[in-house]
């Protein structure tokens, strides 16, 4: 198992956590909701004070918070339109928190060669 594997699993975990959460969220991806602006404007902010530190990684965390804005939309589309039972909850944040690991693993793999 080389690096190659581990950046095409990260890729594929990312992308079956964000299809899984974009089926379930439907016709709800289409609304903008409150969740979703104030995860973006933090996850901008965010972005501005670490880019502003580092600009070598500007490119890097500029993906990753794309990908992570994504996510999050497709989790809260997904958790709106199926219910807010506690069980759909911990399905939905733990399919995002899976795309997360997926996107990060895909990143630094590619960094790391």
């Known amino acids: 198992m080389d690096a190659a594997f581990w950046g095409?699993?990260?890729?594929?975990?990312f992308a079956l956590a964000l299809g899984l959460l974009t089926m379930g969220?439907?016709?709800?991806l289409l609304r903008p909701n409150v969740?979703?602006?104030?995860?973006?404007?933090?996850?901008?902010?965010?972005?501005?004070v670490v880019v502003a530190g580092a600009p070598r990684w500007t490119g890097v965390i500029l993906?990753?918070?794309a990908g992570q804005a994504v996510l999050l939309h497709a989790a809260e589309a997904a958790r709106r339109r199926v219910g807010?039972?506690?069980r759909v909850r911990v399905l939905v944040a733990?399919?995002?928190?899976?795309?997360v690991l997926g996107l990060?693993?895909?990143?630094?793999?590619?960094?790391a060669r």
């Open 35 to 48: 969740g979703t602006v104030l995860g973006l404007v933090g996850g901008l902010a965010s972005a501005g």
């Open 84 to 86: 807010d039972s506690p």
């Open 63 to 65: 993906l990753v918070g």
């Open 8 to 13: 095409r699993a990260g890729s594929g975990l």
């Open 25 to 28: 969220g439907a016709r709800e």
């Open 104 to 111: 990060v693993l895909a990143v630094v793999v590619r960094l």
């Open 94 to 99: 733990t399919l995002a928190m899976l795309g």
